[in-house]
């Protein structure tokens, strides 16, 4: 591990299969040579952590698929025998469970570095898109995996989410039966949604790839947000550079993601889903995980329901138009002045939604949740393009060893 | 692919037109008549996510209403959700009467709504996401106008189970349903 010169070793078996399948050239390539930007800060670890919690999750998945059966009468029992009686299967199932969590809160993070960086602007407008259909393929993963349980949130949350599609004027309520295969979420619906929630995450493994793909076409940003190929001297090897600062990253994060396994499994989640779902009897309270509350506030702040479905999905496309709605040539906010104050009051008004969301939707958390809900929209309909226009953005250095050398720091 | 047809048929037939045509024409007919075979083959795989035949033979119950007294709500289930029976009061009935029709967000009026007018019978869910409105329990919330109310975004229905307040937007649906006998309701 102490190779200075980033050559792969020679071995005779290596270079027999290298020549017939390249698959050493190209992991050398891309994981040890790749040309990385050297400013990187630790913003930038976010991406390699997603693609290891999804691995977690894949793999921690598919054993406690061995154990759980998809029927509504066994499904619960199933996932308490696997909680009880199967070996380590608590220890299966929470990091299953939190690890959803983890997910997003990484992937939430590294969105809002992408957001702060300006990684979606040009070349990068495809790797953001990319990204974004990444989001909503783990939405709905996570949405048909709680379902699975069959608890009562995981039964009123699968009805409230598919009746979302019977907003859909004169087709919405074929397409909302199709969905459940009867007449209400029902057993044929729990087996469908197994069958979804086993596929959809190789779906992602195969987004991601493309992801990859694209961010190794223009490389990384960076958060000078500057082009780095004009000067050799800006970029360095990815190995053995970024995978030590990746698995350091890792290191932490893992402290993180066990102290919740090991000491609070639950604290993400709702008691009321360890009642076995009844189909009867609608819980008092229906809240979605916290990861989709700020989207459920904005559904819950419209009131008429087409246009609150409208307003909910709407909310996730148009970071898809992101790229030309900020028409700034300048990436980072470090040298956007005004852009930065907006991109800290939008983090703020995704948290006040996301509040709003976990709260009973009368009185004062409704107004707040409309207002949040608006000022949303205007961060990107009207705020951003504005911006974008008339700021008058910092002197960019020429190349990130420049600014070191002239300091003039704000 | 028209194009690539192009680039062959030029170089088969250098300065020809007429060949042109007849190739584009040719894998135009057969690209649509693919496509076409394609999304014919597709359908099965979507109609089987739809209800299947033994989900679509559980579709009748039958209630015995004579233990249902008088300002008495009682929940059936039919077709795997609940189904409201609301033997209702002459109150509930005059107010659900007096209502001006054109005021209302789905109007309908309640004679509409109920064969029998002292037997309201309703499916029980939301029309706005599905959730199961209180007010069959003593002691639930009805909402403003006396009938049921929906926790779970605020929807308030009247004692016809019509929609006054909130964010659904159509009335409790009435299922199909007859009187057996005066005392038996078959509902589906
Ligand atoms: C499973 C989820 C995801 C995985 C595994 C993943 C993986 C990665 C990795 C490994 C990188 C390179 C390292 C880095 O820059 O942090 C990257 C870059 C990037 N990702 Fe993702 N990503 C995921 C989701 C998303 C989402 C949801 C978005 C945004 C909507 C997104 C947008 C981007 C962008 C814009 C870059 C380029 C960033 C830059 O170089 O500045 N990614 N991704
Ligand atoms: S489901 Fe009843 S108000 Fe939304």
Redesign the interface.
């Known amino acids: 591990m102490s190779t200075t010169s980033n050559a792969p070793k020679k071995n005779g078996i290596v270079e027999w299969i290298d020549y017939r399948l390249p698959i050493f050239t190209f992991m050398n390539h891309e994981l040890r040579e790749y040309p990385t930007p050297k400013n990187l800060n630790y913003w930038w670890n976010f991406g390699s952590l997603a693609g290891i919690v999804l691995v977690v999750m894949i793999l921690s998945g598919i054993f406690l698929a061995m154990n759980y059966t998809a029927h509504v009468d066994y499904a619960f029992v199933s996932v308490e025998r696997i909680m009880r009686d199967v070996n380590y299967g608590w220890l299966l199932r929470y990091i299953h469970m939190n690890g959803a969590s983890m997910f997003f809160l990484v992937v939430y993070i590294h969105i809002f570095r992408g957001l702060y960086y300006g990684s979606y602007k040009p070349p990068r407008e495809i790797l953001w898109w990319l990204g974004l259909v990444i989001l909503i393929l783990m939405m709905a993963t996570a949405f048909l995996g709680y379902v699975l349980p069959w608890g009562q949130m995981s039964f ?1 949350g699968a ?6 599609f ?1 907003a859909i004027p004169l087709v919405g309520e074929p397409i909302v ?10 057993n ?1 619906t729990l087996n ?1 949604f197994f069958s979804l929630h086993y596929l959809l995450p190789f779906v992602i493994v195969g987004v991601v790839m493309l992801h990859l793909v694209a961010l190794h076409t223009h490389g990384s940003n960076n958060p000078l947000g500057i082009d780095t190929k004009k000067n050799p001297k800006d970029s360095i090897p990815f190995h053995p550079y970024y995978t030590v600062k990746d698995m350091f990253g890792l290191g932490v994060f893992l402290v993180i993601y066990a102290g919740f396994v090991f000491f609070a499994p639950n604290f993400f989640g709702e008691p009321v889903n360890y009642v076995p779902a009844n ?4 819980p ?3 809240v979605p995980e916290w990861y989709l509350l700020p989207f459920y506030a904005i559904l ?1 702040s ?5 246009a ?1 479905v409208i307003a909910m999905f709407g909310a996730i496309f148009i970071l898809f138009l992101l790229p030309w709605l900020d028409s700034s040539k300048v990436r980072s906010a470090t040298f956007r002045p005004i852009y930065k104050q907006l991109f800290w009051i939008f983090l703020a008004d995704c948290l006040v939604l996301g509040w709003c969301g976990a709260q009973h ?2 009185g004062a958390p409704l107004l707040i949740g409309r207002l949040a809900t608006a000022y949303y929209f205007l961060h990107f309909i009207v705020l951003l393009p504005l911006v974008s226009k008339f700021e008058k953005p910092r002197p960019l250095p020429e190349s990130i060893s420049t600014p070191v050398l002239k300091t003039e720091k704000a | 692919m028209s194009e690539s047809a192009h680039a062959s048929a030029t170089h088969g037939h250098p300065g020809h037109g007429e060949g042109e045509t007849r190739r584009d024409f040719l894998a135009l007919a057969a690209t649509a008549f693919a496509g076409a075979g394609a999304a014919c083959a597709l359908w099965p795989f ?1 109609d089987s ?4 035949a033994d ?1 679509l033979a559980l ?1 009748t119950t039958d209630v015995d209403i004579s233990p249902i007294a008088e300002g008495m709500r009682v ?1 059936v ?1 039919w ?4 189904v409201f029976i609301d033997h209702r009061t002459k109150k509930q009935i005059d107010e659900a009467r007096a209502v001006n029709i054109s005021e209302l967000r789905d109007p309908a009026k309640d004679e509409d709504r109920a064969q029998k007018a002292e037997w309201l019978v309703m499916v029980g ?1 939301c029309t ?5 409105p209180l007010g069959q329990k003593q002691g639930d919330p009805t909402g403003d106008f006396g009938g049921w109310f929906c ?4 929807s308030h229905y009247d004692t016809s189970g019509r929609i006054r307040k ?4 159509l009335n409790l649906p009435v299922p199909p349903y007859k009187f057996l006998t005066d005392t038996s309701v078959s509902i589906g």
Request: aromatic share 6%.
């Open positions: 009123w009805t409230v989410i598919t009746n979302l019977s039966t199709w969905l459940w295969g009867g007449f209400s979420v029902d044929p469908r189909p009867l009897q609608t008092s309270e229906i819950r419209v009131p008429d329901k087409l609150g939707p009368e | 979507i996510m739809n209800p299947a989900t579709s929940t289930k077709r795997g959700r609940p869910v706005h996401l599905g959730c199961i926790p779970c975004h605020g909130g964010p659904a937007p």
